[in-house]
């Protein structure tokens, strides 16, 4: 079945620094790609997402790639805030008979120290 | 409201008890979904309805949980004789359409079920 890993966290990092957060998946077909944050206190938002290989989806300073060669879509900023301490997940929606079907991975907590 | 409404917030239950959960979409989404988080882990899917009817309940764990969306709105989660595994945060979304990759799915901000 479809399954997402991405990176373990917690991650910590200094404001203005560089942030990546790896994700892989297993799907058959072609599947959808997400990031989603959830802030502190607050529901899941959709963030970023890409529906073919080479889409970039971005969003608030935040990027990712779906590379079908390497299975992957990786998470970057170039300037974390504090703002952006968050857990985020990286999701898929499978094809076909299952693309209404979110598979998360499991969430890396950020945090961001000022 | 603008989102999705589940309530309560907070649920604490013993065990054995019966629990129900409520989720009010978006006005306008046909689609409805209820994911569970465990501690630690992303959601996992447990049921998704189209409308009134559940067009996939292949995620509910056992036969202790029950969903409804009688009206094609409002949904109920239900659980009978809780066990201290059910405890988790219950998500719910909806979205507009049916299926398709450019459907986006609209979280609420969970219930927190703790069993005692």
């Known amino acids: 079945g479809d399954s997402v890993t991405q990176m373990e966290g917690p991650v910590t990092l200094s404001e203005e620094a560089f942030l990546t957060i790896n994700c892989t998946y297993t799907a058959t077909g072609y599947p959808s790609l997400f990031w989603y944050v959830q802030y502190p206190g607050e529901g899941l938002q959709l963030l970023l997402k890409?529906?073919?290989?080479?889409d970039k989806g971005s969003n608030k300073g935040f990027e990712a790639t779906y590379r079908k060669e390497t299975t992957s879509f990786h998470l970057e900023k170039g300037s974390v805030q504090v703002s952006d301490s968050a857990v985020y997940f990286c999701?898929?929606?499978?094809?076909?008979?299952?693309?209404?079907?979110?598979?998360f991975g499991k969430g890396t907590l950020l945090t961001v120290n000022p | 409201g603008a989102g999705v409404s589940q309530t309560p917030s907070n649920k604490v239950t013993e065990k054995g008890k019966y629990v129900e959960l409520r989720c009010d979409p978006i006005s306008g989404h046909t689609a409805l979904y209820w994911y569970r988080q465990s501690l630690g882990q992303g959601p996992e899917f447990l049921i998704y309805f189209q409308g009134t009817g559940a067009a996939d309940d292949s995620g509910l764990p056992n036969d202790r949980f029950f969903a409804v969306r009688p009206e094609g709105s409002v949904s109920t989660l239900k659980i009978q004789r809780t066990e201290r595994g059910d405890s988790a945060v219950y998500l719910c979304a909806s979205s507009l359409g049916d299926r398709g990759r450019n459907t986006e799915a609209f979280f609420g901000q969970g219930t927190r079920l703790t069993v005692v």
């Open positions: 890409a529906t073919k290989a080479d």
């Open positions: 999701a898929l929606f499978g094809s076909g008979g299952s693309n209404y079907k979110l598979t």
